[in-house]
């Protein structure tokens, strides 16, 4: 895509799909939009577009029919895991987070997180994604100085826990009004910094390693801040197990949490893959948002009955989880496996696999206006309108992965690669440009990430044993 070169603060793209996702779904085949700062102030058909708002100074960009659609946005990433792709491949789970994932994230600098998530967000926005939720790392400033630089929109946590055996000593023993504190310090230092690109959310890591007083703490203190909770909820089967012996409740997490009236729509629940029919009433009641993450839970944590949610008015987006957990940070991945995963997945509920189930449209939905309802930014994100801010990612169907394209939806979630996307703009600005990260220098960011990895692991004491015989 060329620039023009002009100062205008109106840029202008025109003869392109325009795949708005507003409430009426509405795609301009041969559409135009409009962005003044960071915002968008027109969408519609090019010819009226350019009729009305061409000027000599503007930036005027013809897309040769590529397509447009909101920014990508991934419900669930763990940006400082991304230094430890390929350090938990094919391992039980108790080896993957005592021997492999706590050892790593415990040994990691402030340095560290700021390197891993440089690279967790260069790999997200290859894959057009604008807007995160950061899971929950150690080094939130790590985390906020590379989002900044990256030029991407993120709602960051830091990994709390009061509670729970086997932790790493350095992050045994924390105390309940230390891990409030903490976070209301990260709040105040960073949340709206970046040009409003940042917002901080408070984290629970899981509720084995929360208490109560933790757990109702953090829904106050999300109330007094007007802002979210990120929490991993019925993650694996065990965590039902020990809630229901721990927490005397005759089913498991969700009902827990809905007795101790932890539930709210400020709660972005991730994985949710255990939960009973009620306790799927009760995360709709409440307004609960939850994050499906199709290739972690096939690796690790099992089906979510996702249909079910969807069936019962649950808004459910999609994450990449972290690094070690799917090794691709790609939403474009994660939009083609939700979808053939949960129609699979009615083998097991129905006898029969059904194709109908998560059509493209939905599917396609939860990327986009489902992601900015569970982050809370709706308002603002999710959907090309006027208004709106200017996030958005711009696809070329024109290669061997889609041609031919014949519905354009379809295409999009089952035969787009990564690949496919060329340019992302976020907050008005582009952070890329045919295929090239502009605000960081990628491979001056792969070198150093090599390197903070490698040390990492050395410090933590992380062998990975080989099962093939390197020669
Ligand atoms: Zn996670």
């Known amino acids: 895509m060329d620039d023009p070169q002009t100062h205008?603060?109106?840029?202008?793209?025109?003869?392109?799909?325009?795949?708005?996702?507003?409430?009426?779904?509405r795609v301009f085949l041969n559409g135009a939009i409009v962005?003044?700062?960071?915002?968008?102030?027109?969408?519609?058909?090019?010819?009226?577009?350019?009729?009305?708002?061409?000027?000599?100074?503007?930036?005027?960009?013809?897309?040769?029919?590529?397509?447009?659609?909101?920014?990508?946005?991934?419900?669930h990433v763990h940006t400082s895991q991304q230094l430890a792709r390929g350090i938990a491949d094919d391992v039980d789970l108790m080896t993957w987070l005592h021997d492999r994932i706590w050892p790593y994230e415990s040994n990691m600098t402030e340095e560290d997180s700021y390197i891993s998530t440089l690279l967790c967000g260069i790999e997200l926005i290859h894959s057009g994604v604008t807007c995160f939720a950061e899971a929950g790392g150690q080094h939130v400033s790590g985390m906020a100085r590379a989002v900044e630089l990256l030029g991407l929109r993120a709602c960051l946590a830091e990994s709390i826990m009061d509670s729970g055996d086997g932790l790493p000593t350095t992050w045994a023993n924390r105390s309940t009004d230390d891990c409030i504190e903490s976070q209301k310090e990260l709040y105040k230092k960073h949340h709206n910094t970046g040009d409003g690109r940042i917002r901080v959310w408070l984290g629970i890591r899981q509720i084995m390693n929360a208490t109560d007083g933790l757990l109702l703490a953090t829904r106050d203190i999300a109330k007094e801040l007007k802002t979210g909770i990120h929490m991993h909820v019925a993650e694996i089967a065990y965590e039902n197990q020990f809630v229901t012996d721990t927490r005397k409740v005759d089913h498991g997490t969700v009902t827990h949490l809905e007795q101790i009236e932890f539930l709210q729509k400020n709660l972005l629940a991730a994985h949710t893959v255990w939960v009973n029919a009620s306790e799927i009433d009760c995360l709709?009641?409440?307004?609960?948002?939850?994050?499906?993450?199709?290739?972690?839970?096939?690796?690790?944590?099992?089906?979510?009955?996702?249909?079910?949610?969807?069936?019962?008015?649950?808004c459910v987006s999609l994450g990449t989880d972290g690094a070690p957990s799917n090794n691709r940070m790609s939403i474009v991945d994660e939009m083609y496996l939700a979808s053939l995963i949960n129609k699979g997945r009615e083998v097991y509920t129905n006898g029969n696999t059904d194709p109908t189930v998560l059509p493209s449209e939905t599917v396609l939905k939860m990327a986009t206006i489902n992601g900015a309802k569970s982050v809370l930014w709706?308002?603002?994100?999710?959907?090309?309108?006027i208004g709106k801010k200017a996030d958005l990612v711009v696809i070329n169907p024109s290669s061997w992965t889609m041609i031919p394209l014949h519905d354009c939806i379809s295409s999009l979630v089952y035969s787009m690669r990564t690949e496919n996307t060329v340019s992302v703009m976020c907050n008005g600005?582009?952070?890329?440009?045919?295929?090239?990260?502009?605000?960081?220098?990628e491979e001056n960011v792969i070198s150093m990430a090599k390197q903070a990895s490698a040390e990492i692991l050395k410090r933590a004491g992380i062998n990975i044993p080989s099962r093939m015989n390197f020669v």
């Open 284 to 314: 709709s009641r409440a307004e609960v948002k939850v994050s499906h993450c199709p290739a972690a839970a096939m690796r690790m944590l099992g089906f979510a009955p996702i249909r079910e949610m969807i069936d019962a008015g649950i």
């Open 8 to 25: 205008s603060t109106v840029s202008i793209l025109h003869n392109a799909v325009i795949v708005t996702m507003d409430p009426d779904s």
């Open 429 to 441: 600005k582009w952070i890329m440009q045919d295929n090239k990260i502009l605000n960081v220098d």
């Open 378 to 385: 709706d308002n603002e994100i999710g959907s090309l309108e």
């Open 35 to 75: 962005i003044e700062q960071d915002s968008i102030t027109a969408v519609g058909q090019s010819s009226a577009i350019l009729r009305h708002f061409s000027a000599p100074a503007h930036r005027v960009f013809d897309l040769n029919g590529q397509i447009v659609l909101p920014g990508f946005i991934n419900t």
